[in-house]
């Protein structure tokens, strides 16, 4: 069974730091593209970001550009989201996806990022 | 403010058909292949459509789709009761370099 599982969410104050990981399981992890999907309390869909198979094509929204950053570690079947200089608009559930063909096929249940003092 | 739009709102009686539409432009959906996503509030979103009108397995063929221009449209026949939520369409923008969503459309079932 494919498995998305998200978790490093939490409460984190204006300008300070978080690292959100993506254990995957029940697929090949290392042969898909993955991204990032977040949505604020009672919004829409927001996409994040996104990073190919061997981490070489990495992409970003222009609202997170330098200040967020994707990986992966194949070896871990993990993706990873390091989010710095978090502003309270950052404040969103995120969740991870799998690319097939271009749509989000499979996606983690999500974790909370509170951006709040 | 997306560059896809999308009615806040629809709704429809049981058995009834109704039909989402998704606007954009040149960049995204006149060029590339538009998705569909369902939200059950407090869940993740599920994958409804791909390359404008393939179902993925298990997606009942009560869900349809269709592409023209700049515009794409969700079709939902036979409407039920659990098909209330919200929809979302997706899509890849060559200007943006980046994936759009459009602000999604909460269908009520009355």
């Known amino acids: 069974e494919v498995q998305l599982l998200e978790s490093g969410g939490g409460l984190v104050q204006p300008g300070g730091s978080l690292r959100l990981s993506c254990a995957a399981s029940g697929f090949t992890f290392s042969t898909y593209w993955m991204h990032w999907v977040r949505q604020a309390p009672g919004k829409g869909l927001v996409w994040v970001s996104r990073i190919n198979p061997d981490g070489s094509v990495i992409t970003y929204a222009d609202s997170v550009k330098g200040r967020f950053t994707i990986s992966r570690d194949n070896a871990k079947s993990t993706l990873y989201l390091q989010m710095n200089s978090l502003r309270a608009e950052d404040t969103a559930v995120y969740y991870c996806?799998?690319?097939?063909?271009?749509?989000?096929?499979?996606w983690g249940q999500g974790t909370l990022v509170t951006v709040s003092s | 403010q997306s560059a896809l739009t999308q009615p806040p709102s629809a709704s429809g009686t049981p058995g009834q058909r109704v039909t989402i539409s998704c606007s954009g432009s040149?960049?995204?959906?006149?060029?590339?292949?538009a998705y569909w996503y369902q939200q059950v509030p407090g869940t993740a979103p599920k994958l409804l459509l791909y390359w404008n009108d393939q179902r993925p397995s298990g997606v009942p063929d009560r869900f349809s789709g269709s592409k023209s221009g700049t515009s794409t449209s969700l079709a939902i026949s036979g409407l039920r009761s659990e098909d209330e939520a919200d929809y979302y369409c997706a899509v890849w923008d060559d200007s943006l370099s980046g994936v759009v969503f459009g602000g999604g459309t909460k269908l009520t079932v009355l």
């Open positions: 996806a799998r690319d097939v063909g271009g749509g989000h096929d499979q």
């Open positions: 040149s960049s995204n959906i006149g060029s590339n292949s």
